[in-house]
């Protein structure tokens, strides 16, 4: 295990080389002079060259990629913010705790709302328990998280008074934030559960086991549902990439500084070493995560668990079993 | 499986904590600000330039509030004196820092603030003498030598963009320091440079561990007690301000609120939210009906300010662009009905100009106001469409503009009124940076949708669209014109700038309509009851300390 564990962070280092590749040519390519953006609309023209030189905007596209591979790979520098002058990773780093306590609530959310809430319809199927879960699947995969947002806000905050309309502070207020962000991921993940389970259910070991008098208690949650997890983990993994960078509505509504905020600004005044130091940032983030749920698979089902048994354990398995047949015979 | 499940679940919930046991940052926040209730009346003639800044006439002293929250748009993240200006920093840097000199209005000569003189002593020669009192909040004496200091580490810096015209800046003396410039001034150019750059303590600056990013001390009347990056900060009134001398104290020397805390929310729909809930006291940033509501609700006041900026319509003027003909520029203008696109972009929030500019700024004729400035007319616009040479449906032309709700609603507006005239408009919406670069390329649009602004003179919004000398000599879009630039640089400059010559290049640019004015907006601040008059500086940013309290504010 600890050698696959190994050999998936190497595998990081192309992946990140192709992403760090990857933004920094799209960045390249895409119209928007960061200059004008900074030095705003009364800049004369010699204004905005001098400045363009300074920055080494003027450099060939080779120059300024190597110039900004050797400040990422070798001195570990990803830069000030252009517009803020802050340095990208101080900033990130001040950003990040916020934007993992929202994502990482979310999806305890997810898991605690939406896997039961598949159970209970799959178990149902087609009876009222079924339709209900999935009304309220249907209500938050096709309600905005925006929309959904400005009614918790509207209820919870102008009405009732209980929980801060924005900003940041104690855990009071995450409340909202992490409701109104949660909403469609429950959703996915209640119609993703229902889904996984209704196909398991229908198996024969599971009439198997129901035929050996077992309790429906115990052919759901021993037999069922762990086979019918591992497209539940998948989108648990890829749901929380996706939101690491994409809480920037959220981000936006509540007033909450995270990461997605900063990226997002950054692409809007073409900042460039914001918004490559953030994708890369993002990049090793998602492949973390990815290996996270590579590793629950293992955890969850033997079979894999065995893939990631190193040759060497293997061979040694091999020749213990050739060794028993070789004595059996 | 039970093991595992709680293994999955033990995995997300170590992140959340590990994510919630984070140290905790300092947070941030940004904004908008401000202006008197009423536009201000305007001189028929310009302002001189003073070599010796006014003295600001002294004010009976109004009651000292509590605290009050301005809930701000932006996060200014760095607070450093010396950084690029951002919609974050603009809304609290008149609150932290201090300079030579600050305007109060727009139009208004410079009053003292660190300097308390300024003399001119040769063409480009100029010598500050400050006020030999000045200590910041740590207690630092502000000497000549902070001043030169931090204008050549502003210089160095490259971001205050006023502060290229400087040549070189000394001390010369313990309070006298001597600015040599690489030009001669116009009107007001003088004031630009030395209300730029923040005023900072070398000892201070170099003792900070983050060059004052988020820890700045200063000489204002307010010290920054707590800074949460992206959220808020709050400053405390300093008991130990050094100008105590009411006749120097300058709007933003007032500090009429004991404490003053910059909310930020970046949402426009939580602004309001912010005020219903007593959360905030004072923002720029309600928006659309939400207005109306607080207009009509007892415990809130609505000042209405009107903005610096114009929007206008741009002629490409490149050669071979149908533009170059000044009966389809002006066929264009009378065919474009500005009363109609402000009930469609802004209703009651909004006014047609008569110029690029409007009655903000110093130097701006009130008799504009009831000259002909090509109302529309659509009859009119069809003899000159046709005197330009083309017949309904011959023209099709792209019409630039940044892609925001009001730009969008503008380019339709103009879609639809020159459709009428027989011009098909293609309309191409591009975000900010895109906008800003295709700005500068005559093949990448005919007609542009642009705003001017500026802080002072009207000829500086002329300035930005019509200076040949900035742009490889043409104006902004492309058209060359000796007669305009003389004209320009005549009404601009130190002896020239008088009602006679502004109103000769207004006339000049009326006629030459190389672009057109179109319409102003105002914006809102909503005040809970007890702010009875909120202040703001000449870029529309809210000064906390200026604004007037009931006594029985909070």
Redesign the interface.
């Given at each position: 295990m600890s050698r696959y564990i190994l050999r998936r962070l190497v595998q990081l280092i192309p992946v990140v080389l192709g992403v760090t590749i990857l933004i920094f040519t799209i960045m390249y390519l895409i119209?928007?002079?960061?200059v004008?953006?900074?030095?705003?609309?009364?800049?004369?023209?010699a204004?905005i060259e001098?400045?363009r030189q300074?920055l080494g905007l003027n450099d060939p596209y080779l120059v300024r990629l190597g110039k900004f591979l050797r400040d990422i790979f070798l001195h570990f520098d990803f830069g000030k913010?252009?517009?803020?002058?802050?340095p990208v990773t101080e900033?990130l780093l001040?950003?990040?705790?916020?934007t993992?306590?929202i994502a990482?609530?979310c999806?305890?959310l997810q898991?605690l709302v939406g896997i039961p809430l598949g159970i209970i319809a799959a178990i149902n199927h087609n009876r009222w328990g079924d339709r209900i879960a999935m009304f309220i699947a249907l209500f938050g995969i096709s309600m905005p998280n925006f929309w959904i947002a400005?009614m918790l806000?509207?209820y919870f905050?102008?009405r009732l008074?209980w929980l801060?309309?924005?900003?940041?502070?104690g855990?009071k207020y995450y409340i909202l934030p992490v409701i109104a962000n949660a909403f469609p991921g429950i959703a996915t993940q209640a119609r993703q559960t229902r889904s996984s389970m209704l196909e398991v259910i229908r198996s024969d070991f599971i009439t198997t086991a129901r035929a050996k008098g077992m309790s429906e208690f115990q052919v759901i949650?021993?037999h069922a549902?762990?086979n019918a997890l591992l497209p539940v983990?998948t989108v648990i993994g890829n749901g929380m990439g996706r939101l690491l960078a994409g809480t920037v509505v959220i981000?936006?509504?509540?007033?909450?500084?995270g990461v997605g905020?900063y990226l997002v600004g950054g692409i809007?005044?073409?900042d460039y070493n914001v918004v490559q130091s953030s994708v890369i940032f993002l990049a090793i983030a998602f492949t973390l995560i990815m290996l996270?749920v590579d590793l629950?698979y293992a955890?969850?089902d033997p079979r894999i668990k065995a893939q990631f048994a190193g040759k060497k354990r293997r061979r040694k398995r091999h020749a213990h079993h050739h060794k028993c047949r070789t004595h059996h015979a | 499986m039970k093991k595992n499940l709680l293994f999955a679940i033990s995995v997300f919930m170590i992140v959340a904590l590990v994510a919630g046991c984070a140290p905790k940052a300092t947070e941030v926040p940004t904004e908008v600000p401000a202006q008197p209730t009423t536009p201000p009346a305007q001189p028929t003639t310009p302002p001189a330039q003073p070599t010796t800044p006014p003295v600001q006439p002294t004010a009976a002293a109004p009651a000292v509030a509590p605290e009050v929250t301005i809930a701000i748009s932006a996060d200014p993240s760095d607070l450093s004196p010396f950084v690029g200006m951002s919609m974050g920093r603009i809304a609290v840097l008149k609150t932290i820092y201090e300079y030579l000199l600050e305007t109060d209005a727009m139009g208004a000569a410079a009053v003292p603030m660190i300097a308390k003189s300024v003399e001119k002593t040769g063409d480009k020669t100029y010598t500050v003498t400050i006020f030999d009192y000045i200590y910041d909040s740590a207690g630092n004496h502000i000497t000549a030598a902070d001043v030169a200091w931090s204008f050549n580490t502003g210089m160095a810096a490259g971001n205050l963009r006023p502060l290229g015209d400087i040549e070189s800046v000394k001390a010369t003396g313990d309070y006298t320091v001597e600015f040599v410039f690489k030009r001669e001034f116009g009107v007001g150019e003088l004031d630009k440079v030395l209300t730029e750059c923040p005023i900072v303590s070398q000892k201070a600056y170099e003792s900070s561990a983050d060059e004052f990013a988020t820890k700045p001390v200063t000489t204002g009347p307010y010290v920054l007690t707590e800074y949460i990056p992206g959220s808020r900060l709050v400053f405390e009134r300093r008991d130990d301000y050094w100008q105590n001398d009411p006749q120097y104290r300058t709007l933003f020397s007032q500090a009429n609120v004991q404490k003053i805390i910059f909310q930020v929310i970046t949402e426009p729909a939580q602004h309001a939210i912010a005020l219903e809930t007593g959360s905030a006291d004072i923002s720029a940033g309600v928006t659309g009906d939400d207005v109306a509501r607080f207009e009509s609700d007892p415990n809130f006041t609505v000042f209405k300010f009107r903005d610096n900026l114009t929007w206008l319509l741009a002629f490409n003027g490149s050669e071979g662009n149908p533009f170059t003909k000044k009966e389809l520029r002006q066929a264009v203008a009378y065919a474009i009905d500005t009363a109609a696109m402000c009930n469609a972009v802004a209703p009651g929030a909004c006014e047609p100009v008569h110029t690029i500019g409007n009655a903000n700024f110093g130097g701006y004729l009130t008799k504009w106001d009831n000259e002909p400035y090509y109302e529309y007319d659509l009859t009119k616009a069809e003899e000159l469409f046709a005197a330009a040479g083309y017949k309904p449906g011959d023209l099709t032309i792209k019409l630039l503009a940044q892609n925001d709700a009001r730009n969008a609603l503008m380019a339709q507006v103009i879609q639809a009124q020159l459709g009428d005239l027989g011009i098909n408009v293609e309309i191409s919406l591009v975000e900010t940076p895109v906008f800003n670069q295709q700005k500068y390329d005559p093949a990448a649009f005919d007609l542009l949708i642009d705003a001017a602004a500026g802080g002072d003179f009207i000829f500086s919004p002329w300035l930005l669209i019509y200076d040949q000398n900035r742009n490889k000599g043409t104006t902004g879009t492309f058209f060359k014109d000796d007669e305009l630039q003389a004209l320009l640089m005549t009404a601009s400059s130190l002896d020239g700038f008088n009602a006679e010559n502004v109103d000769a290049f207004q006339q000049y640019q009326k006629e030459q309509l190389y672009a057109y004015g179109m319409i102003s907006f105002y914006n809102n601040v909503v005040a809970v009851k007890g702010i009875t008059k909120v202040v703001r500086d000449t870029r529309g940013q809210i000064i906390p300390g200026a604004c007037e309290y009931a006594p029985d504010f909070k």
């Open positions: 119209p928007g002079d960061p004008k953006m900074m030095l705003g609309a009364d800049a004369t023209i204004d001098a400045k300074e913010s252009w517009v803020y002058n802050v900033e001040r950003r990040l705790p916020r993992l306590i990482a609530a999806i305890l898991i400005l806000v509207l905050s102008v008074g801060p309309p924005y900003g940041i502070g855990i949650f021993k549902l762990p983990i981000e936006s509504i509540f007033s909450i500084p905020m809007n005044t073409r996270l629950t955890m969850i | -």
